[in-house]
Nanobody, 123 residues
Framework: QVQLVESGGGVVQAGRSLTLSCAVS????????MGWYRQTPGKQRELVAI?????SPNYADSVKGRFTLSRAQKTVHLYMNSLQPEDTAVYYC???????????????????WGQGTQVTVAS
């Protein structure tokens, strides 16, 4: 069974930094894309940053220059600097292109989401 385990999040003052971390658990052979989305009440979930294995990350325009995504094979970290109140949201870890190693290597064909972690930036 594949699970995304998130850590980090919390309440910070505007201008400060915070780090989110996510690890994929299970009998994982490889993961194609990992990243972070965020969602605020009444709005659709939006991409924050995502990275394909071995490729530089893509960022939402709103976070470019402030957020940095660091990707390893089964983990991803989101370093958030110069946080602003508009960054307040529930942040979700995301993974796709997961290949499992059981008796043989196979792709699940599923997208995976973490449980979400709240980030609140106080002005």
């Amino acid at each position: 069974q594949v699970q995304l385990v998130e850590s980090g999040g919390g309440v910070v003052q505007a201008g400060r930094s915070l780090t989110l971390s996510c690890a994929v658990s299970g009998n994982i052979f490889s993961v194609n894309r990992m990243g972070w989305y965020r969602q605020t009440p009444g709005k659709q979930r939006e991409l924050v940053a995502i990275a394909t294995s071995g490729v530089s990350p893509n960022y939402a325009d709103s976070v470019k220059g402030r957020f940095t995504l660091s990707r390893a094979q089964k983990t991803v970290h989101l370093y958030m600097n110069s946080l602003q109140p508009e960054d307040t949201a529930v942040y979700y870890c995301y993974a796709d292109g997961v290949r499992l190693r059981d008796s043989f290597v196979h792709t699940t064909g599923l997208d995976y989401w973490g449980q979400g972690t709240q980030v609140t930036v106080a002005s």
